[in-house]
């Protein structure tokens, strides 16, 4: 969830990937697995991404989440938010690192939910898929980063996503790997060391990539159509893929008459804001709903101002094809 915060906030410009963090004193006092930052450190967000990522750094965590949100509390209230809009029922966040503490708690199924949505910012895998990287590779005190999570280096496919333990929640991982257009998310919780933590997934992910497949509808980029703004500075949205969009089938289930609708609402007005709902995509077998995603609009659109919109109007009054 700390990590989503963070894609969220680059992908609404509140954060640049070169923007310098600050460490507090307090971001500096957290135990655990961290990167050793020093209090007044200062570290891209770059690389306090690939120390959370690659090395679960619970100091680096504090750090983004004072960045993001302005204290660690204010940032704990943005989790639990985002929580409760992801519909999870059995997940309640004291903190941005997961060391324990009172009320602090999630389900493998609520984990799976939020690395699915994370995944959706793509770019993340550059950090959770490296195996080892450097930070402060240029200072006197260079950091080697050695990725947690082995099966990046050792599953065919395997880009992420991030392992845990704690002495109450033991050996936990939620993983993922992408072989062609196919990828799989496969949690598992409690498990008593590494080896067998990471030989539950492997047989998770190879049961998977043996029984399933899946047809893709849009690639990242791909134009979905256009999106009408009544009284909109910009009258037209058009709307692209900000993410694959594809439909899980079993091996050997023929995909013939597999199609899909894109049905967007008719009465969408501005203002309008970035993540608003304004339609659906819908994938049917026949007559058949298989799935449906949620589409969002891509952008903020303010009301047109008097002028513009008696422009409009009287272009579509006197200039009639």
């Known amino acids: 969830?700390?990590?989503?915060?963070?894609?969220?906030?680059?992908?609404?410009?509140?954060?640049?990937?070169?923007?310098?963090?600050?460490?507090?004193?307090?971001?500096?006092?957290?135990?655990?697995?961290?990167?050793?930052?020093?209090?007044?450190?200062?570290?891209?967000?770059?690389?306090?991404?690939?120390?959370?990522?690659?090395?679960?750094?619970?100091?680096?965590?504090?750090?983004?989440?004072?960045?993001?949100?302005?204290?660690?509390?204010?940032?704990?209230?943005?989790?639990n938010e985002r929580a409760a809009q992801l519909g999870l029922k059995n997940t309640?966040?004291?903190?941005?690192?997961?060391?324990?503490?009172e009320n602090h708690y999630t389900s493998a199924y609520d984990i799976a939910i939020m690395s699915k949505e994370l995944l959706k910012h793509e770019e993340v895998t550059k950090f959770t898929g490296l195996y080892q990287d450097y930070l402060r590779k240029d200072s006197p005190k260079p950091f080697w980063l050695v990725n947690t999570n082995k099966l990046v280096r050792f599953y065919s496919g395997a880009d992420g996503l991030k392992t845990g333990y704690t002495s109450e929640a033991k050996f936990c991982l939620s993983a993922t790997a992408k072989r062609d257009h196919?990828?799989?998310?496969a949690v598992v919780m409690g498990e008593p060391d590494t080896k067998t933590r990471n030989a539950e997934v492997t047989k998770l992910f190879d049961y998977a990539f043996s029984q399933y497949t899946n047809l893709p509808i849009y690639k990242t980029g791909d134009a979905i159509g256009d999106l009408k703004v009544g009284k909109g500075e910009v009258p037209v949205v058009p709307l692209t893929a900000k993410h694959p969009y594809s439909v899980l089938l079993k091996?050997?289930?023929?995909?013939?008459?597999i199609r899909h609708e894109v049905q967007l609402r008719q009465d969408v007005k501005a203002p309008l804001a970035a993540g608003e709902p304004i339609g659906k995509l819908v994938v049917y077998k026949g007559n058949q709903v298989l799935t449906e995603f949620t589409l969002e609009s891509p952008v903020d659109v303010k009301k047109a101002g008097f002028w513009t919109l008696t422009k409009r109007t009287a272009k579509r009054l006197f200039f009639i094809d």
């Open 92 to 101: 309640h966040f004291s903190n941005p690192n997961g060391l324990p503490a």
């Open 251 to 257: 091996k050997g289930d023929a995909a013939e008459g």
């Open 182 to 185: 196919f990828r799989i998310i």
């Open 1 to 79: 969830m700390t990590m989503l915060l963070i894609m969220e906030a680059l992908d609404h410009g509140k954060l640049k990937m070169d923007e310098k963090v600050r460490t507090s004193e307090y971001a500096a006092s957290m135990g655990g697995s961290q990167i050793f930052l020093e209090p007044g450190e200062e570290m891209t967000v770059q690389d306090m991404l690939k120390g959370i990522a690659m090395a679960s750094g619970n100091d680096a965590s504090v750090a983004m989440a004072e960045k993001v949100a302005g204290s660690e509390e204010a940032f704990v209230r943005m989790m």
